[in-house]
């Protein structure tokens, strides 16, 4: 107990000195009316703090704002009027946040960016300015028009919700930074970019010549980044970071949003950064929600995968004890039955693996198991297998392949998914042709079928996670359009490559190349001399 009010005395403590040093700055940064700041940071700071420590903390901010108010030379009854309507700002955005979106908003989630953009933080401030403004005019403190104080005031508030709240609120409640040198290395790079082109944007000194031109759209280029490649609270870091050098730069006369007043400068400026902020705040929230939704679809796959297994593994045990007693019995129309029941046991213990093996490549958990493996032999297994379950005429040609260091299951799997492949996609009277070469140090082995063929729009995409060319018949076939993935995946990380040759109506050939050992080249040459 004694520790919860120590720790709140603490927190509050903290938040009135920070409170009472970011509003003086605003304050004495040009003040419309001597009050209405163009650049408030306290909003900001009292919404992220109301937000992640909760509604106590409104002594804090009412205070804060009185304090530099009556201090900055507000009479005690205006100051007053002020504090309460800063305070009101902070506890209703919190508020309509929560009665929208729950207990816990979050930037990461469009809905929420989208609520707390044009609903939560638009409003808020309005009271703000409302309430701070009549109280100023009530006051008689009034040296600017109602509604231009008014405007500023709003916009000053609007911007910090938009600006500041962000990446307090996302530092102090976000997770860990993503380690490593490249990320950390790049970080740096983003940074540096977004001073870069703030100094770029708003400098004399380093004006390019074509500074006539506005070039505040470059702006654009680091956000994006920042979204892309990191997330919500690094984007709202760099737009911040690009705000502060905006505002310097503005305050010093210098950019493209420079008028006779700094006031002016500061509301034209302010303008352009709440579309900067906005438009960022919602790219990096799609881009999270994306990320979020892939990361939950994966772990589906896998959860309903592993879970499908065990019973599909027990079935199967059971349909073969069965079969043994319909053999003995001489039931031979029952055996049948449980026959093909097999084959599509069979059929779904094949899709089931691939679903597994999909996830466990996107969590880098695959394993290969490397061996001297005679890929002669495997192929030749494969070949059979297939061209007996399937009834097909499968011809093997070219040259006998050499042992390669290599997970045999793994490269079985990809010959037997082609395969599988040819003899879905193309009609039951067509030969299958597998051809076999040895250019320079690499193994080519290409599967030939006389079938649909694919167009050439969708070569590229079908080695892509459930890609499936959208043609009724192809639709009407089974499948997840996983295999080729998973196959070109296999054989590259066995530092190989596979590509299709495919005319329409004509057929395919699928090639998939595996390096040659050193030892087999040395072997290769020697042969070949001889
Ligand atoms: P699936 O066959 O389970 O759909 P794949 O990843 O093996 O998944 O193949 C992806 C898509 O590529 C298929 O849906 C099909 O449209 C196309 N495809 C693959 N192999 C062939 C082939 N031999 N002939 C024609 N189309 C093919």
Redesign the pocket.
């Known amino acids: 107990m004694k520790r919860e009010v120590i720790s709140y005395i603490v927190k509050a403590g903290l938040l009135f000195i920070v409170y009472y040093s970011s509003a003086t700055f605003g304050l004495n940064l040009n003040a419309v009316s001597n009050f209405a700041a163009l650049f408030w940071l306290p909003t900001g700071i009292s919404f992220a703090a109301v937000l992640v420590f909760g509604y106590r903390m409104w002594p804090a901010i009412a205070l804060g704002a009185l304090f530099t108010n009556y201090i900055h030379g507000a009479p005690f009854l205006v100051a007053c009027g002020i504090a309460i309507g800063n305070t009101l700002e902070a506890l209703v955005t919190v508020f309509i946040m929560q009665l929208f979106v729950g207990r816990k908003p979050s930037l990461a989630r469009l809905n929420d960016v989208f609520i707390f953009i044009f609903i939560a933080a638009f409003f808020s401030t309005m009271v703000s300015a409302t309430i701070g403004v009549t109280s100023l005019f009530l006051g008689k403190t009034l040296s600017a028009s109602y509604m231009s104080t008014w405007s500023a005031w709003w916009i000053g508030d609007l911007l910090s919700d938009l600006v500041v709240a962000p990446v307090l609120w996302l530092w102090i409640t976000g997770q860990k930074l993503q380690s490593g040198l490249i990320k950390i290395i790049e970080t740096v790079f983003l940074m540096i970019c977004v001073i870069g082109v703030g100094i770029v944007i708003f400098s004399e000194q380093f004006a390019l010549p074509i500074q006539q031109t506005p070039l505040t759209y470059l702006v654009f280029l680091p956000l994006i980044w920042a979204a892309f490649r990191f997330g919500p609270r690094e984007t709202a870091t760099s737009t911040f970071l690009f705000s502060l050098i905006a505002i310097w730069f503005t305050a010093h006369g210098s950019g493209p949003f420079v008028h006779a007043k700094l006031s002016e400068s500061l509301l034209s400026l302010q303008s352009f950064m709440g579309v900067i902020a906005s438009t960022s705040l919602i790219i990096a929230a799609s881009i999270a929600e994306r990320r979020e939704f892939e990361r939950r679809k994966d772990d589906f796959i896998s959860f309903a995968s592993h879970e499908l297994k065990t019973p599909v593994t027990s079935i199967r045990i059971y349909t073969q004890l069965l079969q043994k007693v319909f053999i003995k019995k001489k039931e031979r129309k029952a055996s049948d039955y449980i026959n093909h029941i097999d084959e599509q046991i069979e059929k779904l213990i094949h899709l089931i693996n691939?679903l597994l093996d999909l996830s466990k490549m996107q969590t880098g958990s695959l394993e290969f198991r490397k061996e001297w493996v005679s890929l002669q032999t495997l192929l030749q297994e494969v070949v059979e297998n297939v061209s007996i379950a399937s009834s097909r005429k499968i011809l093997l040609k070219g040259r006998a392949l050499p042992q390669l260091y290599a997970d045999r299951d793994r490269v079985g799997q990809v010959l037997s998914?082609?395969l599988?492949?040819?003899v879905?996609?193309?009609p039951e009277n067509k030969t299958i042709v597998v051809k076999t070469q040895i250019v320079s140090n690499r193994v080519i082995i290409g599967?030939k079928?006389q079938?649909?063929?694919?167009a050439q729009e969708?070569q590229d995409k079908?080695?892509e996670r459930f890609?499936?060319?959208a043609?009724s018949r192809?639709?009407m076939?089974?499948?997840?359009?996983?295999?080729?993935?998973?196959?070109r995946m296999i054989v590259k990380y066995h530092g190989g490559d596979m590509w299709?040759k495919?005319l329409p109506g004509k057929?395919?050939t699928?090639f998939f190349s595996l390096p040659l050992q050193r030892k087999h080249m040395r072997l290769f040459q020697s042969k070949k001399e001889n």
Do not use: C, T
Request: proline share 2%.
């Open positions: 691939d998914n082609l599988s492949n040819a879905k996609y193309s599967i079928d079938g649909m063929g694919i969708h079908i080695f890609y499936r060319v043609e192809i639709q076939l089974p499948g997840l359009g996983i295999g080729l993935y998973l196959s299709v495919s057929g395919s699928f």
